[in-house]
């Protein structure tokens, strides 16, 4: 018998934001249909237990232009909506919402706060395209070289340019600040 993740969800005008809370998850399948049929398997825990999650959505999306990020503790969806119109809620039917299926308060906003696309930090999360891919298979495996959902990339000192440490500082206001401080530091 297969469990439920516990799911978090959001919404904007254009576009609903689901989070499927699954750390170190093996094995994700995502899928997702035009229709509004969002579908997730995987095996997580010390035991390998089998999550699996079926969403009828509320309405249609759009495949083509919605992304998936699976990372080490959760797999997060930005679903595009084929008609960019407010849901009364998540799922099709007049049934009570699973008990494993909450708000995402920290993507929440009020239909009349809604500022439009791009008001919403994902944390430069490498996102894939459900379009491309024709429904997501990946998954975590346990080699070393999996990437953490919170990892980003760092740029080594020597590739950085060395005469830009703030982006508004002219160079000669730099060198200014960095010995002002060594000065306070030896005075104390």
Same mark, same amino acid.
């Given at each position: 018998?297969?469990?439920?993740? #516990?799911?978090?969800?959001? #919404?904007?005008?254009?576009?609903?934001?689901?989070?499927?809370?699954?750390?170190?998850?093996? &094995?994700?399948?995502?899928?997702?249909? *035009?229709?509004?049929? !969002?579908? !997730?398997?995987?095996? =997580?825990?010390?035991?390998? &237990?089998?999550? #699996?999650?079926?969403?009828?959505?509320?309405?249609?999306?759009?495949?083509? $232009?919605?992304?998936?990020?699976?990372?080490?503790? &959760?797999? @997060?969806?930005?679903?595009?909506?084929?008609?960019?119109?407010?849901?009364?809620?998540?799922?099709? /039917?007049? /049934?009570?919402?699973?008990?494993?299926?909450?708000?995402?308060? +920290?993507?929440? @906003?009020? #239909?009349?706060?809604?500022?439009? *696309? %791009?008001?919403?930090?994902?944390?430069?999360? +490498? !996102?894939?395209? !459900?379009?491309?891919? %024709? /429904?997501? $298979?990946? %998954?975590? +495996?346990?080699? $070393?070289?999996?990437?953490?959902?919170?990892?980003?990339? @760092?740029?080594?000192?020597?590739?950085?340019?060395?005469?830009?440490?703030?982006? &508004?500082?002219?160079?000669?206001?730099? /060198?200014? %600040?960095?010995?002002?401080?060594?000065? =306070? +530091?030896?005075?104390?």
């Amino acid at each position: 018998m297969s469990r439920h993740p #516990e799911v978090k969800w959001a #919404e904007r005008a254009d576009k609903v934001y689901v989070t499927v809370l699954l750390p170190d998850s093996k &094995n994700a399948k995502v899928n997702l249909d *035009p229709e509004g049929v !969002f579908t !997730f398997s995987a095996t =997580a825990g010390a035991d390998n &237990n089998l999550y #699996e999650l079926k969403l009828d959505l509320y309405d249609k999306v759009n495949v083509e $232009e919605s992304k998936i990020s699976i990372g080490v503790r &959760n797999i @997060v969806c930005v679903l595009e909506k084929v008609e960019k119109v407010w849901w009364k809620k998540l799922l099709r /039917g007049d /049934g009570k919402t699973p008990h494993y299926i909450k708000v995402d308060w +920290d993507k929440w @906003v009020d #239909e009349d706060e809604d500022n439009g *696309p %791009g008001d919403i930090d994902l944390g430069g999360m +490498d !996102f894939s395209s !459900f379009g491309k891919m %024709g /429904g997501m $298979e990946g %998954g975590m +495996d346990d080699s $070393e070289d999996s990437s953490d959902d919170e990892e980003q990339e @760092v740029t080594k000192p020597a590739e950085q340019d060395t005469n830009k440490v703030d982006g &508004n500082a002219k160079p000669e206001e730099q /060198g200014a %600040g960095a010995s002002e401080k060594k000065e =306070a +530091d030896a005075s104390t």
